[in-house]
């Protein structure tokens, strides 16, 4: 097979979707790699380091696309390479389809075979997305930390307080491996945290690890009472299987919140907690909404790319390597995990999540493969 990695595209993102460790071990099992000249840059592989390693180097994203039947990337296609997409392409990279019509249309339209890491599934576990949400997760009070100063426009508090001061209060929404990773940095940074989850298993698993972290079960009036007196709000709300982040932040809410305090919505990829949350950048990380500043930057983990492109590679290769020596068919056949990632395929939208929030027909994939 012929795997192709473009250059990233999405502002800001420096990641790579393969490592030259991972064109070493596809080039010795007899497949050709096509990677986009510079492509690695970002995450500190040069292009003599892909070249030593077996790829063949292009200029273009219009070669890649051209020449390669596996497209392995890390964030969702930009507008300029829907028209590279065909009928001959599986697709291989953070999808988050629900908020991006336009990228389900050309999808659709070029009747690709897109494949989500974050939809892949081990039982109940997400494979493809922990290691960047971890990522984001430990991420998200440094981020806050920097944001509650005054020259960024918070309320001017440090999250770690001082010798008779106070520190700031962190709340977080959600105890996934997101919302565990956010905690135990927060409270490791000396920030009061609080907790909120749905379940008690995973809030015990913190208080084993933190055992002065207050916890508490989920409830929008909890939630109404702790976001009153919040400095920071770190989000991982994700709910499994591709579907629309919940608005739990109302306007109302926003408007109860401290003035300079800061939302950072971890998970905005799938369309973010807040009502007032839209995608940013890295570049231009917030805005204000009722007086409220929101971080909600769509590729946390691009601002650690030599760290996040090992993390995320580590998980996401053996994947690769199945679709490659078995073929795409026979490889979303041979594991449950895979075909679950598996969002569009020919045409059809295979993924209920994405089927409903969108108003698609959703199809089975056992029934188009």
């Known amino acids: 097979m012929t795997i192709g990695t473009p250059k990233e595209q999405k502002t800001d993102e420096f990641r790579v979707g393969l490592t030259p460790a991972n064109v070493a071990s596809l080039v010795g099992d007899g497949h050709s790699v096509l990677i986009q000249k510079s492509a690695g840059e970002g995450s500190g592989f040069s292009d003599s380091d892909y070249d030593k390693a077996g790829a063949k180097m292009v200029s273009t994203l219009e070669e890649v696309y051209a020449s390669a039947k596996l497209i392995v990337k890390v964030k969702e296609p930009q507008a300029l390479e829907y028209d590279l997409l065909n009928d001959t392409h599986t697709l291989f990279c953070y999808l988050h389809l629900a908020p991006i019509p336009k990228l389900v249309t050309a999808l659709l339209k070029n009747e690709v075979c897109a494949i989500a890491y974050e939809t892949v599934a081990v039982d109940n576990h997400l494979p493809l997305l922990q290691p960047m949400s971890e990522i984001a997760g430990r991420m998200a009070p440094m981020v806050a930390a920097e944001y509650l100063s005054r020259y960024k426009g918070g309320e001017g508090i440090l999250i770690s307080g001082a010798e008779g001061v106070a520190p700031a209060n962190v709340l977080v929404i959600g105890a996934g491996n997101a919302g565990f990773n956010a905690a135990t940095i927060a409270h490791g940074m000396g920030a009061k945290v609080t907790v909120l989850n749905r379940s008690t298993p995973k809030l015990k698993k913190l208080l084993e690890i933190c055992p002065d972290v207050k916890t508490a079960i989920y409830s929008e009036k909890k939630l109404r009472e702790e976001l009153v007196d919040a400095d920071i709000v770190i989000s991982t709300v994700l709910i499994h299987g591709g579907a629309t982040t919940p608005k739990l932040i109302t306007r109302e809410m926003l408007k109860t919140m401290k003035k300079g305090s800061i939302l950072v919505d971890v ?91 969108q108003g698609l027909e959703f199809r089975e994939l056992e029934g188009l493969i």
């Open 267 to 357: 998970t905005i990829d799938q369309g973010g907690i807040s009502e007032a949350s839209r995608p940013t950048t890295h570049r231009d990380a917030t805005f204000v909404e009722e007086g409220v500043l929101h971080y909600c930057v769509a590729n946390m983990p691009g601002a650690y790319p030599k760290t996040a492109t090992l993390a995320l590679c580590n998980a996401t290769f053996p994947y690769v390597s199945k679709l490659a020596n078995e073929g795409t068919v026979d490889a979303i056949k041979n594991s449950p995990s895979l075909g679950l990632g598996v969002n569009v395929y020919k045409g059809e939208v295979t993924n209920k999540a994405v089927g409903e929030v």
